[in-house]
Nanobody
């Protein structure tokens, strides 16, 4: 199982970016999917999370600016980021709770991270 994140880059304050994270491999099903971020010198923090039933949770600092969604047919989770601020600058990581076809068990997998820089 692999998670591949896309969509990071440099954007001006007030701008938008859309991150994508695709899950591939021997997958039976996917439970929750989420995004975390780690700013330089800071701890990893939850950005947003979405369950298989589309229940969403957001970190307080992104409430109302970011939107998480998923496309189950494509095994992909998205993070639409609007009204970006310099303090949103971080490496963004996706994760997913994935069931294995081989073992039937679920475990959490992480993507490689994509860099978002918000600067003028």
């Amino acid at each position: 199982v692999q998670l591949q994140a896309f969509g990071g880059g440099l954007v001006q304050p007030g701008g938008s970016l859309r991150l994508s994270c695709a899950v591939s491999g021997s997958i039976s099903s996917i439970g929750f999917m989420g995004w975390y971020r780690q700013a330089p010198g800071k701890q990893l923090k939850l950005v947003a999370r979405i369950t298989s039933g589309n229940f969403t949770t957001y970190g307080d600092y992104v409430q109302g600016r970011f939107t998480i969604s998923r496309d189950n047919a494509k095994n992909t989770v998205y993070l639409q980021m609007d009204s970006l601020k310099p303090e949103d600058t971080a490496v963004y990581y996706c994760n997913a709770d994935v069931g294995s076809v081989r073992s039937g068990m679920f475990r959490v997998y992480w993507g490689q991270g994509t860099v978002v820089t918000v600067s003028s």
